[in-house]
């Protein structure tokens, strides 16, 4: 019985250790953070932007979502909640420029994380480049943690850019 005590109180004081260093680690990093990623699409800027702008209907091509609901304007900006794998987050919309430019921001606090994405269409190669660049800020010392070393800053966009590209038919290609 004292056996099992011991090592129940030893993996106790190891998990409670590593929980120490990794919260340590995380108040070190810096709060903000910029990623960018980018991919080319054989798609015409209006059709790529289309599909992005709309965003009650990307959980049909967005794995990561099951549902969107738009919540209406709020001081004339487009407010949607969508929810999926992570739970529910908020979007406000907070500049559109037609097959150019989206920018989107979370106006929640409190998630432990915040910022936004801009999503950029411009023609290359007999198609269009699509560019995403998030500019964020992590207050939670765990997820910093989480954010820099176990998924990096820039699996949410891969994610994104990928289910973009097999929406349209192609291949990703990051």
């Known amino acids: 019985m004292k056996i099992i005590v011991i090592v129940i109180l030893s993996m106790v004081s190891v998990l409670a250790l590593?929980?120490?260093?990794?919260a340590l680690?995380?108040?070190r990093l810096p709060v903000s953070h910029m990623a960018t990623r980018s991919?080319?699409?054989?798609?015409p800027a209006a059709e790529l932007y289309k599909m992005v702008r709309d965003v009650?209907?990307?959980?049909s091509w967005r794995s990561d979502v099951?549902?969107?609901e738009l919540l209406g304007d709020v001081n004339g900006k487009l407010n949607y909640r969508e929810r999926g794998s992570q739970g529910e987050v908020t979007y406000e919309l907070i500049e559109d420029v037609p097959n150019q430019k989206i920018v989107t921001r979370?106006?929640?606090q409190g998630l432990g994380y915040s910022g936004t994405w801009t999503t950029m269409f411009?023609?290359?190669e007999g198609g269009t480049r699509v560019t995403i660049t998030e500019n964020g800020e992590v207050s939670n010392v765990l997820f910093r943690f989480m954010s820099r070393y176990v998924f990096g800053h820039t699996s949410t966009i891969d994610g994104y850019l990928t289910s973009l590209a097999k929406?349209?038919?192609?291949?990703?290609?990051?």
């Open 18 to 22: 590593l929980g120490g260093v990794v």
């Open 25 to 27: 680690i995380g108040s």
């Open 39 to 43: 991919m080319v699409l054989h798609r």
């Open 56 to 59: 009650k209907n990307s959980p």
């Open 66 to 68: 099951k549902s969107v």
């Open 106 to 108: 979370i106006p929640e």
């Open 122 to 124: 411009a023609p290359e």
């Open 167 to 174: 929406a349209v038919g192609e291949t990703p290609d990051l």
